[in-house]
């Protein structure tokens, strides 16, 4: 099964072969370092770019008003923030020209905890990012996801953020992408090896084109009793608790929501009318979370649906997350924290 790094490795081959994609830019993109995940080894187009987060985002931006279809990265998406009015600027160009500048790039970050990482390298940034009108954020939770919303990413010709949970870059998935060799051939093919890489070349292994839609969520996991809505590296965090749930006999439906902007309320609502309970859980820090536009909204539509108080989960308002495990753990929302809500809400009546 391939990782997630090694599918995002393959929807950007596909992007510059396919797609007319001739630039992915940013610092150690290119080789010979590949990315610091190893999510660029080996791509033609790739290339490497100064410490300059608004350097980086500002050529991509210029790359776009031209009329091409620049993938750029910021290493860790802690190091974003002092580009937040660039990201405004690509955000509006479309609409503020009446269309005639159009915007059309792809910006790419790791992004949250779980790698112990400490304050420099932890940080969330889907709250900030959902704030930034004319910008789509997505976000995938496994490989074959990763896949297809990057090439959807690519293809949209509005500015889009795609955020890679850290923590899952390694991991591999559940399902083959289409045509994928198996674990060690692909290794072989696509991996460079540790050591001198000045000779190395991959030989990219022909994975059919497929699209994960933007605004489109999945149900991972259907329950009856609880409506679990999440994404990203927390998805999985929410599947374990569902499991833990089962053997008391709660059934709770997880819900990856993918993206963020434009998110699938349709999938939101139909479950909550099922179940009647919602949490909604991520692990950017709790104040003026986004979570919480997703309960305002559950609100507003299902108030007389509720069988319990909706929740969000999400980090404690920390300035950053220590380096140790045990703080780490404390910060963000954990398995048996998405238990015990469950169990509230089960005995909570409206």
């Known amino acids: 099964m391939a990782t997630m790094a090694q599918a995002i490795r393959l929807a950007l081959h596909h992007a510059e072969r396919e797609m007319g994609v001739r630039d992915i830019f940013g610092q150690d993109v290119g080789p010979p370092l590949g990315g610091v995940f190893g999510v660029t080894q080996g791509l033609e187009t ?26 750029c990265e910021i290493q860790f998406v802690d190091y974003i923030f002092n580009s937040i009015d660039l990201m405004k600027l690509a955000g509006n160009s479309a609409w503020n020209s009446a269309g005639q500048f159009p915007m059309q790039m792809v910006l790419m970050s790791p992004t949250g905890s779980g790698i112990h990482g400490s304050i420099y390298h932890s940080h969330s940034f889907e709250a900030w990012a959902a704030r930034l009108n004319g910008w789509k954020v997505v976000m995938p939770s496994d490989p074959i996801t990763a896949y297809g919303l990057m090439l959807a990413a690519v293809e949209d010709p509005n500015p889009v953020l795609y955020l890679i949970p850290k923590a899952l870059m390694r991991v591999e998935g559940k399902e083959l992408l289409p045509e994928e060799p198996d674990k060690k051939t692909l290794k072989a093919m696509i991996d460079a090896p540790l050591g001198d890489r000045g000779e190395w070349k991959p030989r990219w292994p022909a994975i059919p084109r497929f699209i994960t839609p933007i605004g489109q969520a ?12 999440s994404f990203g590296r927390m998805l999985w965090v929410c599947l374990k608790a569902a499991e833990t749930l089962q053997q008391e006999g709660i059934s709770a439906e997880v819900i ?13 609502s139909k479950s909550i009318l099922k179940t009647g309970r919602v949490m909604f859980v991520n692990e ?11 309960l305002r909204r559950t609100i507003d539509a299902h108030f007389y649906d509720l069988k319990a108080r909706p929740r969000v989960l999400g980090g404690e308002p920390v300035p950053g997350i220590g380096l140790a495990e045990t703080l780490e753990d ?21």
């Open 46 to 71: 790739a290339w490497n770019t100064p410490l300059d987060e608004r350097g980086i985002i500002g050529t991509a931006m210029g790359l776009a008003m031209a009329g091409q279809k620049p993938i």
């Open 218 to 229: 999945h149900v991972v996991r259907g329950g009856e009793h609880v409506s679990i809505v």
């Open 256 to 268: 990856d929501l993918r993206s963020i902007i434009p998110y699938d309320w349709k999938t939101i």
């Open 284 to 294: 950017d820090t709790d104040i003026v979370n986004y979570g919480e536009h997703l």
């Open 330 to 350: 404390a910060s963000v929302p954990q398995s048996g924290t998405v238990v015990q809500a469950a169990r509230d809400m089960m005995e909570e009546n409206t």
